[in-house]
Antibody
């Protein structure tokens, strides 16, 4: 069974750096065509892709947030970490990690974590 | 970046209705188009990938079509559990830069 779970602080102050961890099981990030991505959703708003990392350590970022984001992985722990600097109240929302499956599934986000709510407030 | 535009942003329907949601891409994306369903307080769920292939376990009343820049998601005979928000997403960009549509809320 494939699962992903996000963890991290529920509350961060403006200007702080957010660090979220995605812990997954049931698949390997070393498998060809598999990557892990991060998506966020402000309350009542659309989904916004943030970043993704593949098994070859290739990192890709949303161009509008590139300067604030870093994604990394620890294959031995089955974890992917997202860091976002200079947090602002507009960054408040639910942050999801998801498996991205290539080839037949054409890079669809096929399995999602439950999401973690992050509030940015002083 | 490829922009995805969904219409309508919301719609009202009844159980048993046929519902169609449209998604347009700002550039051609072949069939690199996915549809997701999201219920309140839950994570999105993949319904359709490759514009028209049903993900395992998704009821056959859901179908997708289109290629290039215009796509549709159709729900035949809407069921009570289908009231949710639906998002399209493109995965055509290279290097990868997935983007989502603004969502369509299907309400009673």
């Amino acid at each position: 069974q494939v699962t992903l779970r996000e963890s991290g602080p529920a509350l961060v102050k403006p200007t702080q750096t957010l660090a979220l961890t995605c812990t997954f099981s049931g698949f390997s990030l070393s498998t060809s065509g598999v990557s892990v991505g991060w998506v966020r959703q402000s309350p009542g708003k659309a989904l916004e892709w943030l970043a993704l990392i593949d098994g070859d350590d290739n990192e890709f970022y949303n161009s509008s947030l590139r300067t604030r984001l870093t994604v990394s992985k620890d294959t031995s722990k089955n974890q992917v970490v997202l860091k976002m600097t200079n947090m602002d109240p507009v960054d408040t929302g639910t942050y999801y990690c998801a498996r991205i499956s290539g080839y037949e599934l054409m890079d669809a986000f096929d399995i999602w974590g439950q999401g973690t709510m992050v509030t940015v407030s002083s | 970046d490829i922009q995805m535009t969904q219409s309508p942003s919301s719609l009202s329907a009844s159980v048993g209705d046929r519902v169609t949601i449209t998604c347009r891409a700002s550039h051609t994306i072949d069939t690199y188009l996915q549809w997701y369903q999201q219920k309140a307080g839950k994570a999105p769920r993949l319904l359709i990938y490759g514009a028209s292939t049903l993900q395992r376990g998704v009821p056959s009343r859901f179908s997708g079509s289109g290629s290039g820049t215009e796509f549709t998601l159709t729900i035949t005979s809407l069921q009570p559990e289908d009231f949710a928000t639906y998002f399209c997403q493109q995965s055509y960009s290279s290097p990868p830069a997935p983007s989502f549509g603004g969502g369509t809320k299907v309400e009673i």
